[in-house]
């Protein structure tokens, strides 16, 4: 019987022992760049949004494995794609998602996909459509390259957190997730993402943002519950910056759009605009445990994070940029090998 085919769409599908594996041999694609593990294969690389970590890190990741990566921008260089079922295609879009999976099934080994939400009604984006219907349709493996989840950002995170604490056991740290400002309302995508891996890796997680209307969907508070009672730590949420950074062992920041006014954001910018000293500053990190700062990138300088804690050597962001690189060689090639 042929066996269900495996995609990498968010790390809580996958077991506390093959995450483990990924970052093994994420590490040891660190030290040895160049293999053959993907020769002669090759992924297509979807990108509804843009990016430059992301593409540069898959294209470059295939390449050194042996693999040649085609981009695709539908509706930029590719046809736009359909992905309502049924509907009569007589407005903007020139193919279905069920014609496009499925013919790239028939080029490549691995499809990579980019899809952020559309930023009109929360009920649908956390449905993840653009990215389901690619797993539902294609014939080969799919990689979430973010969506409403970053997993890929998660490893490659979770990599710098285990190469700066010299050890893969990260259990007993405290790790904050702080919201920090930014002018317009962004995806929760890293925000779900820190959520899931931290309280996967049995950290003692406490979830910062300015008021209740910022916390995270229902769906990433379950599976942060769920993690923490699999595996140990805690989970706090605080909208209190001096205890939520007291005693931190790491700090990830990042900004989000408050669920309540998706889509109808006008009233949450004079809310948010009251949170800017949520910045992450010296101050502030004066308060941990000599703790590692992070963020996913791209940054705001001053905006999300000082200057002097950006320069600083509790930086470790470029170092979290380069796993990108790293982790998702090991995603690609255990996939293509499944
Ligand atoms: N962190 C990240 O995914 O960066 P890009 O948006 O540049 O790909």
Redesign the pocket.
């Known amino acids: 019987m042929k066996h269900a085919l495996k995609h990498f769409l968010n790390t809580q599908d996958w077991s506390r022992a093959e995450l483990d594996a990924l970052l093994a041999q994420a590490a040891a694609f660190k030290h040895d760049k160049f293999g053959d593990e993907l020769k002669g294969r090759s992924i297509a690389l979807v990108f509804f949004n843009?990016?430059?970590?992301?593409?540069t890190s898959f294209e470059l990741g295939a390449f050194q494995l042996g693999a040649h990566a085609v981009v695709l921008q539908p509706g930029k260089d590719a046809w736009p794609i359909e992905f309502e079922l049924g509907t009569v295609m007589d407005g903007d879009t020139e193919e279905h998602i069920a014609e496009v999976a499925q013919v790239l099934g028939r080029y490549v080994d691995l499809i990579g996909v980019?899809a952020f939400p559309k930023f009109v009604d929360w009920a649908v984006d956390r449905q993840d459509r653009v990215l389901n219907a690619f797993a539902r349709y294609s014939p080969v493996p799919v990689i979430n390259?973010?969506t409403i989840t970053?997993p890929?950002?998660e490893l490659a995170h979770v990599m710098a957190l285990q190469q700066r604490f010299g050890t893969t056991d990260l259990r007993g740290k405290k790790f904050v997730l702080t919201w920090t400002y930014h002018p317009k309302p962004l995806n929760t995508a890293?925000a779900n993402s820190a959520l899931t891996i931290a309280t996967r890796m049995g950290m003692d997680v406490t979830l910062l943002c300015p008021t209740p209307e910022y916390v995270l969907d229902e769906r990433y508070m379950g599976w942060a519950e769920q993690n923490v009672a699999e595996n140990g730590g805690s989970l706090a949420v605080s909208h209190d910056i001096a205890s939520a950074y007291a005693g931190a062992d790491v700090v990830y920041a990042k900004s989000w759009g408050a669920l309540p006014y998706f889509g109808n954001w006008e009233p949450e910018k004079p809310i948010r605009d009251q949170y800017k000293h949520f910045i992450v500053d010296e101050a502030k990190m004066a308060l941990t445990n000599h703790g590692v700062f992070s963020h996913?990138?791209?940054l705001r300088r001053n905006v999300k994070a000082t200057d002097a804690v950006m320069d600083s050597p509790q930086c470790i962001a470029i170092n979290e940029?380069e796993n990108?690189l790293h982790v998702q060689k090991a995603i690609m090639a255990t996939l293509a090998h499944q």
């Open positions: 843009p990016s430059m970590r992301t593409r980019r390259m973010e970053h890929c950002q890293v996913c990138l791209p940029a990108r």
